[in-house]
């Protein structure tokens, strides 16, 4: 039968061969195979470029400073000032009531008042109140109550947890830092401003930093 034979140069094909015995060309109704060690045909739009397992490294967004600046720390700052104006407050006050003098003459009182004597002791103790209030939370916590609210926290350069010591060297420093006293804090600020770790006096000093807690 003619499909026995090669197409090409009609040598009889043995049963079942796919190609010529005599030239080589592919039988009829015989699949054409790949000659061996070619590569496997490839997907519409597969590339031909061998792979290198390379893997292109996911887009990283800019780090971000951990280091908390003015505006947030004048916010946590302000909370804690009016914590402390109500805490001084109710316990000066009975060092700042005036002193009520009430006489009689002649039938007719008379009511004299004075400053209290024991006002200057009022305002000691206003200062000693400012100072424990950081002084005391900070060492314990790394947090006032105004830090707690917008979550940020004193640690020491390397991280780690500050201690009673630390706290009292950075907040007694308050007081240089918050020169001119008409313009509280400018200084501080200004120090800040021009530190790549947002650094005032009492951190530079007290080898502490604020960051986001």
Partial sequence: MEEDKCQQCGTPASPGA???ESCGAPLKGAAPTP?????PPQ?????????????????AAPAVSPYQGVAIRFV???IDFIIIAVITAIITFPLRVPMVT???IAGTPNIVTAPNPFGWLAGLLSALIFFLYFILLEGAYGQTVGKMAVRIKVVREDGAKIDYRDSTVRNILRIIDAIPYFIPYLLGA?????????????DRVGRTIVVNA
């Avoid at 000659?35 to 590569?39: E, K, L, S, T, V």
């Avoid at 021009?194 to 006096?201: G, V």
């Fill in 35 to 39: 000659p061996q060690g070619a590569p």
């Fill in 76 to 78: 946590a700052q302000l």
């Fill in 43 to 59: 997907q519409p739009g597969a590339t031909s470029e061998p792979s290198l397992g390379y893997q292109a490294p996911p887009y």
């Fill in 102 to 104: 009430i006489t009689n």
């Fill in 18 to 20: 796919k190609y010529c």
């Fill in 190 to 202: 200004i120090l800040i401003w021009s530190s790549d770790r947002k650094q005032r006096l009492g």
